[in-house]
């Protein structure tokens, strides 16, 4: 190593003598960075001999870090001061954060913002030596580490990352999240808030009044510009959702600004807050175990087709028939149908409540298979394709499946013009309130993972048991869970057996109300 090197590692180490590490040993070496959650990979230039691969820090990145580490002190006076900001994001994060949950947090300051999400395990990186000492002060029970969030790589499988108003300060973004993407799953989240750009001379003024604490070289990105650099290092957004109007609590006047105004469809795109859930781009498909549950309550014609129609798929194909109080002889029908094909595994229940919701959760209790399907007993959404919806599974273009029947022309009976009306409105109204993309959010076909349905049982407690179709039930799980829903087009066809077991206007009238409900505690929270 050359001389010129020493006073560099004597900094970054933290030694006061530099004799302990000659001659050194690489071993060592690599065990001190580790500790100081530095990431260098030595070269070896000549045999016994390594170098260290530095990249030099720009002009604007070493501004940058001067202006943390120095502001490090006050940074909590600041919070304070704008405490109402604070507390919208520490709400926000909470709310699309699972508790318990593996959370790595890339500029974490102080350390507020990872602790208020009650995280399982809660990893903060920042650069400023003085900010992570009093974040480790604050917060004992959390893991904090001085490192660049542009090389840091964690140890274990991270569920979801924090990004909170960093991107604005980040010298390379494309570079920041190249890094990330080294170490994320297919199963790890991104969370980012950032400023909307609009509001960036109303800022500017309030750092010139001492309203907001100055920060140089900010950068100001749209949401279209933070698609277009993750879309680059392969991450694709989710959803996107907007907060926070005016950014000071006045009583009253923020219920009518904030909760009430600052959520509706295009005065939310004045707000100043913008939340980007986003996830990794993974092409590595494989087979899984599939139930494909048929819920059913008079529809003896329908039951044998459900299993002839159905194409073979997956390492194993297993059908859940449950019935529900016919009187056509639709169990009956089942336990024909189980004992004429052997060599399909077939199982029959029961129900033991009401409603399709129910027969779903009890049918879903006794799979053990890796891949959950529902296909509706009437079969107006064709058994063939199946296979559509369990492809997009596999193949990692959604996390949750949801049918569409609203694109190809529909065969005359197959669904009545308010019905078609009252989906077009339910498409609009979900893809509001979830922030992602629906056009029919009642087609009963859907398709999901086993444990991504385990995870909405255990937060199935935050919207109750409100849903006696199961269809909002699962949609608003899923949508909690920030999984990215898929639709899949199909072809919706007329009944060949019964009729139809809906009531346009009572039930139309029920799935309002579950809808307004769903609003208050998704969207007007």
Avoid at 166 to 185: A, E, G, H, M, P
Avoid at 294 to 319: C, D, K, S, Y
Avoid at 347 to 354: E, F, M, T, W
Wanted: glycine fraction near 6%; include cysteine.
């Amino acid at each position: 190593m050359e001389l010129k090197d020493k006073p560099y590692l004597q900094q970054i180490l933290g030694c006061h003598t530099f004799k302990t590490f000659f001659p050194f040993n690489k071993n060592d070496l690599s065990l001190q960075c580790q500790q100081k959650q530095l990431f260098f990979r030595p070269t070896k230039q000549k045999k016994s001999t390594y170098l260290f691969s530095q990249i030099t820090m720009e002009k604007g990145q070493q501004l940058i870090l001067d202006y943390f580490e120095k502001s490090a002190s006050n940074r909590d006076k600041w919070k304070k001061r704008n405490r109402f900001y604070q507390k919208t994001l520490e709400k926000q994060f909470s709310f699309i954060i699972s508790e318990k949950s593996v959370v790595l947090e890339l500029g974490c300051s102080t350390g507020d913002l990872l602790n208020s999400v009650k995280p399982g395990r809660g990893i903060g990186i920042d650069f400023s030596e003085s900010a992570i000492s009093i974040a480790r002060e604050k917060y004992p029970h959390l893991e904090f580490y001085l490192g660049d969030a542009n090389t840091y790589i964690p140890d274990c499988e991270i569920d979801f990352i924090i990004v909170s108003d960093l991107l604005t300060s980040l010298w390379d973004i494309q570079t920041f999240f190249k890094n990330v993407r080294t170490y994320v799953t297919p199963r790890t989240k991104i969370i980012i808030s950032s400023y909307n750009y609009i509001w960036e001379p109303v800022l500017k003024l309030g750092e010139r009044i001492g309203l907001k604490a100055r920060q140089p070289l900010q950068n100001w990105l749209s949401i279209k510009d933070i698609e277009n650099l993750l879309r680059l290092e392969n991450f694709e957004i989710v959803k996107v959702e907007r907060k926070l109007l005016f950014p000071k609590y006045i009583p009253i006047f923020n219920f009518l600004v904030n909760k009430f105004l600052a959520n509706l469809p295009g005065v939310n795109s004045l707000d100043l807050i913008q939340f980007i859930t986003a996830r990794p781009s993974f092409s590595e498909p494989r087979d899984f175990s599939v139930s494909i549950v048929v819920p059913a309550r008079n529809e003896r014609g329908n039951i044998e087709n459900a299993i002839l129609r159905t194409p073979a798929f997956g390492t194993h194909q297993e059908f859940i028939f449950i019935e529900g109080n016919s009187s056509d002889g639709t169990c009956e029908e089942m336990l024909r149908v189980q004992a004429a094909y052997p060599d399909k595994d077939i199982k029959v229940l029961k129900q033991s409540g009401k409603g399709k919701g129910n027969a779903v959760r009890e049918a879903f209790a006794v799979s053990n298979s890796d891949v959950l399907m529902i296909l509706d007993a009437d079969l107006t959404t064709p058994p063939e394709d199946m296979p559509k919806f369990y492809d997009a599974l596999r193949n990692n273009k959604g996390e949750f499946i949801n049918g569409c029947r609203l694109v190809y022309p529909m065969e005359k009976e197959a669904m009545r013009f308010l019905n078609f009306l009252a989906n077009k409105f339910f498409g609009w109204f979900f893809s509001f309130l979830l922030g992602q993309r629906l056009k029919d959010t009642l087609c009963g076909t859907k398709v999901l993972f086993r444990k991504d349905y385990d995870r909405i049982i255990e937060n199935r407690s935050y919207f109750g048991d409100f849903d006696p179709f199961g269809d909002f039930d699962l949609l608003f799980g899923a949508a909690k869970l920030n999984l990215k829903i898929t639709e899949v087009i199909v072809h919706y066809r007329d009944r060949e057996y019964g009729s139809t077991q809906i009531s346009r206007f009572s039930h139309g009238w029920l799935l309002i109300k579950m809808s307004l409900f769903a609003a208050k505690k998704i969207k007007f929270k």
